[in-house]
C-alpha cells in the first residue's frame, strides 16, 4: 500500500478524514466518486481548489475521503478543510498558497442552542393582546 497524509477537517456538524497520496487522479468520498457524492454545481470545483492553491496535479494525486454527519454544505466544507490540511503535512511550501486563499482556517460558526420559552434560538412566540 502507498503512503498517505492523512488529516481531519470539520464544519457544523459534519467531521472528514482525508488521506492523500500520489496515484493516478481518483477521488473518491465514502466509496462513491466526488461527483456522485457531491452532485450540487459548485461544490466539486470548491473542494478542488485546495488542490489547485496547493500546486498540485489533480490528475496524480489519489484522494480518499470518510465523511459523516450534518448536511451537504457542511460535509463539502469539511472536505475542503480536511483536503488543504492533508496536502499541508504532505508539503509544506503548500501552506502559503492555502493560507492565501483562507483554506486553512477552521469555520467555527455553528448552529445556535434553542433557548427556553422561545420557538428557536431568537424566534419568539408571536406575541397577542388579548
Known amino acids: 500500500m502507498a503512503q498517505y497524509f492523512e488529516a481531519v477537517g470539520r464544519r457544523k456538524e459534519s467531521t ?6 500520489a496515484g493516478t ?14 452532485p ?3 461544490d466539486v470545483p470548491m473542494i478542488l481548489s485546495a488542490l489547485e492553491a496547493a500546486g498540485q496535479n489533480p490528475s496524480l494525486t489519489d484522494v480518499s475521503v470518510k465523511v459523516e454527519g450534518g448536511g451537504i454544505s457542511g460535509q463539502r466544507d469539511a472536505v475542503k478543510l ?7 503535512t ?4 503548500a501552506r502559503n498558497g492555502l493560507r492565501e486563499k483562507g483554506l486553512l482556517t477552521r469555520d467555527a460558526r455553528v448552529k445556535e442552542r434553542k433557548k427556553p420559552g422561545l420557538k428557536r434560538a431568537r424566534k419568539a412566540p408571536t406575541y397577542t393582546k388579548r
Open 16 to 21: 472528514a478524514r482525508v488521506r492523500v497520496m
Open 25 to 38: 487522479g481518483v477521488f473518491t468520498v465514502n466509496d462513491k466518486p466526488l461527483e456522485e457524492y457531491f
Open 40 to 42: 450540487r454545481t459548485g
Open 82 to 88: 480536511g483536503l488543504a490540511r492533508a496536502l499541508v
Open 90 to 93: 504532505m508539503d509544506e511550501g
